[in-house]
């Protein structure tokens, strides 16, 4: 992600350092073309990428409240057991 994330701003310094002449222009120009539709590709992937983790992101953190309320019972049984 970090490569990618480093292509991202390079595309990104290449745009900003040409002069800007209008939309019409900057898509006549190929290698500037090629690069925004690189960079969009690698958008959309590190976009499906980060939607992938936050949603194994939402799994980890209900199973860590499943095993928290788990351990806090266990924690209330042991305590109520020792204080008979």
């Known amino acids: 992600m970090e490569a990618a994330l480093m292509r ?3 595309a990104a310094e290449a745009i900003l350092e040409r002069p800007m002449q209008g939309a019409f222009d900057m898509v006549a ?18 976009r499906n990428e980060l939607m992938e983790l936050g949603r194994k992101y939402e799994a980890l ?24």
């Open 8 to 10: 991202l701003d390079a």
């Open 29 to 46: 120009d190929d290698d500037l073309k090629e690069a925004l539709d690189k960079a969009r590709a690698e958008n959309r992937v590190l």
């Open 61 to 84: 953190k209900k199973a860590a409240g499943t095993v928290t309320d788990r351990l806090d019972g266990t924690i209330g049984e042991i305590s109520s057991m020792l204080e008979r």
